[in-house]
T-cell receptor
Framework: DGGITQSPKYLFRKEGQNVTLSCEQNLNHDAMYWYRQDPGQGLRLIYY???????QKGDIAEGYSVSREKKESFPLTVTSAQKNPTAFYLC????FGQGRTGELFFGEGSRLTVL | AQSVTQLDSQVPVFEEAPVELRCNYSSSVSVYLFWYVQYPNQGLQLLLKYLSGSTLVESINGFEAEFNKSQTSFHLRKPSVHISDTAEYFC????????????FGTGTQLKVEL
């Protein structure tokens, strides 16, 4: 089945540690996205990538980093510079190019708790 | 620039009652419209979408939404809700030309009670 796989589902880390969240898709989508979700704040875009080896900052990129070395993979690193990293993180993908509508396909999410 | 407003952060309703979740958008160009549903600790799933054609769109589980261009709205309705419909619902909009970045509302928590 085609889809998006995020891992781990739950992650606990000590303050000051960097953590990397994995996102893999087999939908053959060009574009991939990372969102952060906090209660009552909806979804906020962290980073997105429309093509391999290229990515752009979203609305809340500070304290995060990404890479896009392969079409299928878009890992997110939450660095120690992120002041409030405890949140639910969602990875998504979409078609980019002819036929695109903006529709996003989401993974199951990763919940990061910093102790 | 585009934006989405979901005025109701929480909507409590009894089982088998009708429900309407409101969504208004703002955009200077033509739009595509989406409703997503999110169950606890899960990702978002597409519920229904308006791309073109008939302004009334339906989902397989009884939800429907109507695109109203003059009122810039895309309200979600269901005539009779079930306990299993308890979830958070997000309205989203993208422009039809270039970019296509999806803009989300802040979500409406639907709580169905017995």
């Amino acid at each position: 089945d085609g889809g998006i796989t995020q891992s781990p589902k739950y992650l606990f880390r000590k303050e000051g540690q960097n953590v990397t969240l994995s996102c893999e898709q087999n939908l053959n989508h060009d574009a991939m996205y990372w969102y952060r979700q906090d209660p009552g704040q909806g979804l906020r875009l962290i980073y997105y990538s429309q093509i391999v080896n290229d990515f752009q900052k979203g609305d809340i990129a500070e304290g995060y980093s990404v890479s896009r070395e392969k079409k299928e993979s878009f890992p997110l690193t939450v660095t120690s510079a992120q002041k409030n990293p405890t949140a639910f993180y969602l990875c998504a993908s979409s078609i980019f190019g002819q036929g695109r509508t903006g529709e996003l396909f989401f993974g199951e999410g990763s919940r990061l708790t910093v102790l | 620039a585009q934006s989405v407003t979901q005025l109701d952060s929480q909507v409590p309703v009894f089982e088998e009652a009708p429900v309407e979740l409101r969504c208004n958008y703002s955009s200077s160009v033509s739009v595509y419209l989406f409703w997503y549903v999110q169950y606890p600790n899960q990702g978002l799933q597409l519920l229904l979408k308006y791309l073109s054609g008939s302004t009334l769109v339906e989902s397989i589980n009884g939800f429907e939404a109507e695109f109203n261009k003059s009122q810039t709205s895309f309200h979600l309705r269901k005539p009779s809700v079930h306990i299993s419909d308890t979830a958070e619902y997000f309205c989203a909009v993208s422009s039809t030309g270039g970019g296509n970045k999806l803009t989300f509302g802040t979500g409406t928590q639907l709580k169905v009670e017995l």
